[in-house]
């Protein structure tokens, strides 16, 4: 079955601080990307990272890097030197290759929240 | 700017009467989505257009139909709205299916259904 789990439904970040964010996947399609999305309040859901399944390197944008455990199927993203500005809920998404359909499985979510 | 854009923002409308929500691109994408995101979950794919080739989910309900008339615009038709598709819809697209492509989404429009 094609799953991704994560399992913060809250986190609480000092501003300025680096913060992890889990994601676990489950899927027996041998090829997939991996990506992270983020949606403020306003409700727009914005790209943030991709990892494809067969990079030898962790994913980097910017203050964003992506954590890519193939062993473990995890895909946790780190955000680091927290902003008020990153306070929002955050999405995994995984689309598995052909025979998954190409369609994106989201994650429940994460919210978090930077503290001043 | 605005690659995926979504009219209106907010929509109100009653109980089982009908209503469409639009969204439009200018990334001249092939694959156009519909997503239902209720509050504090993920979003629920409905459905899909490859192009002009859609791609209904099992579980979406009759009452939700779209249309795709151009390689830019796609609607989201809702017939008799209940008070349970009262949620946010977003629009998004992608270059083609594949694994590795990027969704972009538009801002989302509110459903409220009084």
């Known amino acids: 079955a094609q799953k991704i789990t994560q399992t913060q439904p809250g986190m609480f970040v000092q501003e300025k601080e680096a913060v992890t964010l889990d994601c676990t996947y489950d899927?027996?399609?041998?090829?997939?990307?991996l990506f992270w999305y983020k949606q403020p309040s306003s409700g727009e859901m914005i790209f943030l990272i991709y990892?494809?399944?067969?990079?030898?390197q962790n994913a980097t944008e910017g203050r964003y890097s992506l954590n890519f455990q193939k062993a473990r199927k995890s895909a946790n993203l780190v955000i680091s030197a927290s902003q008020l500005g990153d306070s929002a809920m955050y999405f995994c998404a995984m689309r598995p290759g052909h025979t998954g359909g190409f369609k994106t499985i989201f994650g429940a979510g994460t919210r978090l929240f930077v503290k001043a | 700017d605005a690659m995926v854009i979504q009219n209106p923002r907010y929509q109100v409308t009653q109980f089982g009467k009908p209503v469409t929500l639009s969204c439009s691109q200018t990334l001249n994408h092939n694959v156009m989505y519909w997503y239902q995101q209720k509050s504090s979950q993920a979003p629920k794919l409905l459905f899909h257009y490859y192009d002009k080739d859609f791609n209904n989910e099992a579980d979406t309900p009759d009452n939700f139909q779209s249309r795709r008339p151009n390689t830019s615009f796609c609607f989201l038709d809702i017939r008799s709205p209940g008070l349970g598709d009262a949620a946010m819809y977003l629009c998004?697209?992608?270059?083609?299916?594949?694994?590795?492509?990027?969704?972009?989404f538009g801002p989302g429009t509110r459903l409220l259904v009084l």
């Open positions: 998004a697209t992608s270059r083609d299916l594949g694994q590795e492509e990027t969704q972009y």
């Open positions: 990892q494809g399944s067969y990079d030898q």
């Open positions: 899927t027996s399609d041998p090829s997939y990307g």
